[in-house]
């Protein structure tokens, strides 16, 4: 009797094992995403959200067998709303990660809040947060999959100064987090391909005239770097056109400034801009016709940077979810996969991961020129595996 008690116990007891993992591979995945759907970025926002959402549809809406919930917070592009929507994530809708993200100022709040919480962030669009990255180490919790604004201004100084043989440097930036490390990255690189920045100029978000900031330019300067991105972007690139600046000073760009989604409507303003670009709609990088299509059926239109990051960013975290098949619930376990996972390909090419889990990319340094009715950009030169925190190789 105690044998027939005994065999039916592990009987049981295998039953009851074997319906655990039905029942974790029946749960879904919880991803929160932040993303700026009004306000100033409301058109990044969107860009953001349906370039994760097709990553997701192309991967059956599962990961490691398990069915991916996104469950989407506005932040408006404000800091403070961006750290509450991520409170509520994590501790009202018990998501297993953060990701998304958009504007410095919010990155800074939402890195801060997941060191702090020792909970995973994925930046899958923001590129504006060296503060949070790199003030505190070690740092296992904050992965920036997108870009950095410092290392990719850091190739273009380099660029402007070694190849274009420009000497004297004005810089003209948004007045916060990710204009600063814009016009740092560039002075670093400005400066170590052989210039000088002779003078730095910030201005605040939403600026409707730049012309006083145009003035303030010195005569002697042979290059400006713009970093100013949507619509502050158009303004300023018409504008400097119009005034009569465009035929004294070339332009370094942030890519974002003179995006695809943005040069049919600065125009003829734009030609001749350079750029340090990381994705183009016309790249001819793995996939990358499949997403266009599948982005083009959608919206209607190309793919603008954001949207193409967050694809890829999606396709980074399930890649790292699927190597630890889908137990998310052991965040110890996700933090590794994390630090662990590169891509050595991807529709913005490859990237993996510093010391300090910032992102290492491929930057194209690109020029806008005329391409039938409409412009384009002309890749000049590529500088690959981009560090912010290794010199740059030329």
Not at 219 to 227: C, K, Y
Not at 299 to 327: F, H, L, R, W
Request: glycine share 10%; hydrophobic share 45%; aromatic share 10%.
């Amino acid at each position: 009797m105690r044998r027939l008690l005994s065999a039916i116990a592990i009987l049981a007891g295998l039953f009851l094992a074997s319906m655990v993992p039905q029942a974790h591979a029946a749960d879904p995945i919880k991803i929160g995403f932040l993303a700026p759907l009004t306000g100033a970025f409301a058109d990044v926002g969107k860009d953001m959200v349906e370039g994760t959402q097709i990553a997701i549809k192309e991967l059956g809406g599962k990961i490691a067998g398990r069915p991916v919930e996104l469950i989407v917070q506005d932040t408006a592009g404000d800091p403070d709303t961006g750290l509450s929507k991520a409170r509520l994530l994590v501790e009202q809708s018990k998501v297993d990660l953060l990701t998304g993200v958009y504007h410095g100022g919010v990155a800074m709040a939402v890195a801060f809040y997941a060191k702090q919480q020792k909970f995973p962030l994925v930046i899958t669009a923001g590129g504006g947060a060296a503060a949070p990255i790199y003030s505190v180490k070690p740092q296992p919790y904050v992965f920036r999959a997108s870009h950095s604004i410092m290392a990719m201004h850091k190739a273009l100084g380099f660029y402007a100064a070694s190849a274009l043989k420009k000497r004297k440097a004005v810089t003209m930036a948004w007045d916060y987090i990710a204009g600063r490390d814009g016009a740092a990255g560039f002075k670093e690189g400005f400066e170590s391909g052989g210039g000088q920045v002779i003078k730095q100029i910030f201005f605040k978000l939403g600026t409707p005239d730049f012309s006083p900031y145009f003035a303030a330019i010195p005569a002697d300067a042979d290059v400006i770097q713009m970093f100013v991105t949507g619509a502050d972007a158009v303004r300023f690139v018409k504008q400097f056109a119009e005034l009569g600046y465009k035929a004294k000073y070339p332009i370094a760009a942030d890519a974002l400034g003179v995006s695809d989604r943005l040069l049919p409507e600065m125009g003829s303003a734009a030609e001749g801009i350079i750029a340090n670009q990381t994705y183009t709609a016309t790249a001819r990088t793995p996939g990358n016709q499949k997403f266009v299509e599948a982005y083009k059926k959608d919206t209607g239109t190309d793919p603008g940077i954001e949207a193409a990051y967050c694809y890829a960013g999606m396709q980074y975290v399930a890649k790292a979810i699927e190597s630890i098949n889908g137990e998310v619930g052991d965040r110890g376990k996700l933090i590794k996969a994390l630090a662990h996972t590169t891509m050595p390909s991807s529709v913005r090419g490859p990237f993996a991961f510093n010391e300090m889990n910032d992102i290492i990319f491929t930057v194209h340094i690109t020029r806008v020129v005329k391409s039938g009715a409409g412009l384009k950009h002309e890749v000049l030169k590529t500088y690959d595996k981009v560090n912010a925190m290794a010199p740059l190789t030329p």
